[in-house]
Every structure is written in structure tokens, then in C-alpha cells.
């Protein structure tokens, strides 16, 4: 049985290597993240943007401005609140999350399909279960 050591240690260290294929290294983690929430599910406050990253809005505020001064992110008004703003990623920036996912499916694509069918099985099970545990 693999301990939580174990497991957090292998988890990690995937999650790293696969963090590190970006379209640009430049971008940090945070940065991708709230750029790839933009693109995944649509504009949104920087209000929005903070409770869904789970970061505070003044950590929100400098990761969204980087974003915009690099030209991946834009604000536009809101539709129903002239006092908000509306965050969105641009065409630049739906570019770079594409590129950076398409990267990082071709660094995980073959290193899947020298596994097992077994070996395949097991991780598709592990990785519903390490999504419930992600939930909790």
C-alpha cells in the first residue's frame, strides 16, 4: 500500500515536470492558472477570478495585471454594473493555453503509451479517485 509520503512525492513530482511545459516559462503558475480559468470558463470579475483560484483579490490584482500588461488578458465593462469589471481572456491568451496544453498532452502522450494496458487502467482508475480527493 502506498503511503501519503509516497503518493504526494510521485504526485508532485509529475505535477511539476508537467507544470513546467509552458508556452512560455515566463508565465508563473498563478499566472496560468487565472489565465486558464478565463479561457476554460469566460469572463468573470476579479472577484470571481479570486474565490474560484482560492487566492486573495489583492494577490488576484497583481497576477491579472501581468496578464494584461503581456496582452493574454483584457477588462471590459459589465453588462448589468458600470462599477465592475470584467476580466477575459484574449485571442493571444486562448493561443498561449492551447499551446501550453497541447505541450504538455505531448510531453504525458507517450510516456502513457509505453505503459501497460494494465498499467493505463490503473491510472484512469487512480485518476477519478485522486479527483474525489481533490474535492474534499
Avoid at 67 to 96: N, P
Wanted: aromatic share 2%; glycine share 6%.
Amino acid at each position: 500500500m502506498t503511503d501519503a509520503t509516497d503518493l504526494r512525492i510521485a504526485v508532485n513530482r509529475l505535477s511539476r515536470t508537467l507544470r513546467a511545459q509552458k508556452a512560455d516559462s515566463t508565465v508563473s503558475d498563478a499566472q496560468f492558472s487565472a489565465l486558464a480559468r478565463l479561457h476554460r470558463d469566460g469572463p468573470m470579475t476579479l472577484a470571481e477570478l479570486s474565490r474560484q483560484d482560492g487566492v486573495t483579490p489583492p494577490s488576484m490584482t497583481k497576477t491579472v495585471a501581468v496578464l494584461i500588461d503581456r496582452g493574454l488578458v483584457s477588462k471590459g465593462g459589465h453588462g448589468d454594473d458600470r462599477r465592475k469589471v470584467l476580466l477575459c481572456a484574449t485571442d493571444a491568451g486562448a493561443d498561449f493555453v492551447q499551446e501550453t496544453r497541447r505541450r504538455r498532452d505531448g510531453w504525458l502522450t507517450p510516456r502513457l503509451a509505453d505503459l501497460t494496458e494494465a498499467e493505463r487502467q490503473t491510472l484512469a482508475d487512480a485518476t477519478e479517485i485522486m479527483r474525489r480527493l481533490a474535492q474534499q
